[in-house]
Nanobody, 125 residues
């Protein structure tokens, strides 16, 4: 079982930046593909970015491509989501998630089984 802890959410004005961090509690996430999801009120949860366990491949939803960057530091067992040029529609609870070790499809939202508690990101006009 992988337990994940997110940090870095908050309130920012449109056009600003935030960086989210996620680390496992009590263990490494070596070998796990990692993803960032978000859920806005009244909307379904969506996968916004994902990164393969090796760090060599990334996925971005169309809505965030070119503005968000996912990265990982395996030595620190931390995954990041750098969010730039934020828009009001980016307001949501953001969740860090992990797949089972050495999964093949890092961009398959349905194959994320381990979740953090979520961190609120609010973008004001």
């Amino acid at each position: 079982q992988v337990q994940l802890v997110e940090s870095g959410g908050g309130l920012v004005q449109a056009g600003g930046s935030l960086r989210l961090s996620c680390a496992p509690s009590g263990r490494t996430f070596s070998g796990h593909n990692m993803g960032w999801f978000r859920q806005a009120p009244g909307k379904e949860r969506e996968l916004v970015a994902a990164i393969r366990w090796s760090g060599g491949n990334t996925y971005y939803a169309d809505s965030v491509a070119g503005r968000f960057t996912i990265s990982r530091d395996n030595a620190k067992s931390t995954v990041y989501l750098q969010m730039d040029s934020l828009k009001t529609e980016d307001t949501a609870v953001y969740y860090c998630a992990a797949q089972r070790r050495y999964s093949s499809n890092y961009d398959y939202a349905d194959e994320y089984y381990f979740w953090g508690q979520g961190t609120q990101v609010t973008v004001s006009p």
